[in-house]
């Protein structure tokens, strides 16, 4: 089916209320595949998972910080007294803008957070579903497409993850680099740079993932750049790639201080350890294949990317309609491939060179991700088979058939209801942080140890839910500094003398002491010691002043 008239128009204004239909669409399908999260936003979580905690703190971080001090976005509260600590994880710009206005205006991180992680599916579902109907003008195939690359054995499986959750922008980039390569256009350029910047803002892996994938569409369509319109092509690409790392650099260059001072590469053999297995490609994570019929629990080991029996078909379908003749097909299909052999990391011998010659894949550990952008690509080439069936039957029965597939391709990923944990709030004692004067630096006991720092995210979402965020000494991130490490080893001994004058070189103001988390006899020590003077209490949680003698 070709694609619509016109093609210049932006994708949503082609048909408006058919658009904003298929919005709502699969703003319902998110709440039904993470139900019943939508149930009780401000209470269900995965709070269980350290990494879903740090993820609402930092876009409670990030929106605090835009709107009092932008300048020094990366210079986050945790692991005082070090600077752009924000960098040791992703900074989820483009979530945390999403959730902004709500967050300003007094709701939860826990609440927010989610709000935006049923927006993340409903929106990349919406976004592949428009380039799905532009290029093959039916919306049934275009939901159909919208709803494999939105909901998978991946995306399904990996909440705590909010950054790979966010893929809205990628099949707008992948629309906007193929009407450049049909149409070498300024506009075109600015639309390829514009939504790879937004893209690349949700978070660094998709940023390098995606960056490869588009690479590996363009060399698949060699036809649209070599010959005559070779410069014109290049130099309109070249201007793209410019104007993104121009963008971009703001956000990369607190990455590049980091590795520089932390170390933020990873290894090879160390990637090798978090790349795929081909077993993960029959991993199916929906109830009908791990529940049900059980076949896929053998292969799952944390990892799923089975694309599901109908999509795989519909990709298949896809493919032998078009063939590689289609450009939009044959850079698909190129994607796939690409994506599907750098999962493997290490293990497919280009990874390794391209690990030497491309300095943003020195810093991926998790190669399997990868995998993502080959489910990505079989769900929009399952929308050029949807498309092919529709027109080989009658109208009604077209529409018809291609509905019941598009229903059989949600029912293979559902896995709701999913497990959640309940939020019951920040205990009332963290209110004291609202007291604490704007010099006030904080530490939490326990001081976990690097085998546990993740158990610092609680103390870290009070400072998040109480809008203070006073620098602390503790911390949780993908990487900690070596400073942290010296933390563990001057505080192992608290409370004793050589640990309270260490506080006090910190320049710690007041000391946050979880009493049933403590070691027999530690609380009821540090009466003993007149630089800590009790606060507040709960009962459990006690609140100490400290001050030199």
């Not at 876009?59 to 210079?75: E, G, R, S």
């Not at 698949?220 to 070599?226: E, N």
């Not at 980091?258 to 160390?270: D, F, N, Y």
């Amino acid at each position: 089916m070709p694609p619509i008239a016109d093609d210049r128009a932006p994708l949503w204004r082609s048909n408006r209320r058919a658009a904003l239909w298929t919005f709502l669409l699969f703003v319902v399908l998110a709440v039904v595949h993470l139900w019943p999260l939508a149930s009780a936003p401000g209470t269900l979580s995965r709070n269980d998972n350290g990494d879903f905690v740090l993820h609402e703190w930092i876009m409670a971080w990030v929106a605090h910080a835009v709107a009092t001090n932008p300048l020094h976005l990366f210079d986050a509260n945790i692991f005082y007294p070090e600077r752009g600590t924000l960098s040791y994880s992703d900074h989820l710009f483009v979530q945390s803008m999403l959730g902004a206005p709500l967050l300003w205006a007094g709701a939860s991180p826990v609440l927010v957070h989610n709000l935006v992680l049923i927006a993340g599916f409903a929106l990349t579902g919406w976004t592949a579903s428009l380039v799905m109907h532009r290029w093959t003008g039916s919306w049934v195939a275009a939901v159909g497409s919208g709803s494999l690359v939105a909901f998978n054995a991946f995306s399904l499986t990996r909440l705590p993850q909010i950054q790979d959750l966010h893929v809205e922008f990628f099949p707008l980039a992948l629309y906007a680099l193929d009407r450049l390569l049909t149409e070498p256009r300024l506009r075109h350029a600015l639309s390829l740079a514009g939504w790879f910047v937004l893209h690349s803002l949700t978070g660094t892996y998709v940023m390098v993932f995606s960056s490869l994938s588009l690479a590996g569409a363009a060399l698949a369509r060699p036809d649209d750049w070599l010959g005559p319109r070779f410069r014109q092509v290049v130099g309109y690409v070249g201007l793209a790639a410019v104007i993104a790392v121009v963008l971009l650099a703001p956000f990369l260059l607190p990455y590049y201080r980091a590795s520089a001072e932390v170390g933020l590469g990873r290894s090879l053999a160390e990637t090798q350890r978090y790349s795929a297995e081909l077993t993960d490609y029959f991993a199916a994570a929906g109830r009908i294949h791990f529940d049900i019929l059980q076949w896929s629990r053998s292969y799952f080991q944390g990892d799923a990317l089975f694309p599901g029996f109908v999509g795989l078909a519909l990709a298949l379908v896809g493919i032998a309609s078009h063939g590689l003749r289609d450009r939009r097909a044959r850079m698909l299909l190129a994607i796939a491939v690409v994506a599907f052999a750098l999962s493997f990391g290490p293990a497919f011998p280009p990874y390794r060179i391209l690990y030497r010659i491309y300095p943003l894949l020195t810093g991926i550990r998790g190669a399997v991700r990868f995998g993502q952008f080959m489910l990505i690509a079989v769900g929009l080439l399952a929308g050029f088979g949807l498309a092919a069936i529709q027109r080989r039957l009658s109208a009604p029965a077209g529409v018809a058939v291609a509905a019941v597939l598009v229903v059989a391709v949600n029912a293979e990923a559902l896995r709701s209801p999913l497990r959640y944990t309940e939020y019951t709030g920040t205990p009332a004692i963290y209110d004291t942080m609202r007291q604490l004067g704007p010099k006030a630096v904080i530490v939490y006991f326990p001081f976990f140890d690097s085998a546990r720092f993740h158990m610092n995210t609680p103390f870290m979402l009070a400072t998040a839910t109480t809008r203070t965020f006073h620098p602390m000494l503790n911390g949780y991130s993908g990487f900690k500094p070596a400073s942290y490490y010296e933390h563990v080893r001057r505080l192992s001994t608290f409370p004793d003398q050589p640990s309270i004058d260490y506080l006090l070189d910190q320049g710690v103001t007041h000391v946050y002491v979880d009493a049933r988390s403590m070691r027999p006899g530690q609380v009821d020590a540090i009466a003993s010691f007149p630089e800590l003077h009790l606060w507040q209490t709960d009962g459990n949680m006690r609140v100490y002043l400290l001050t030199s003698r």
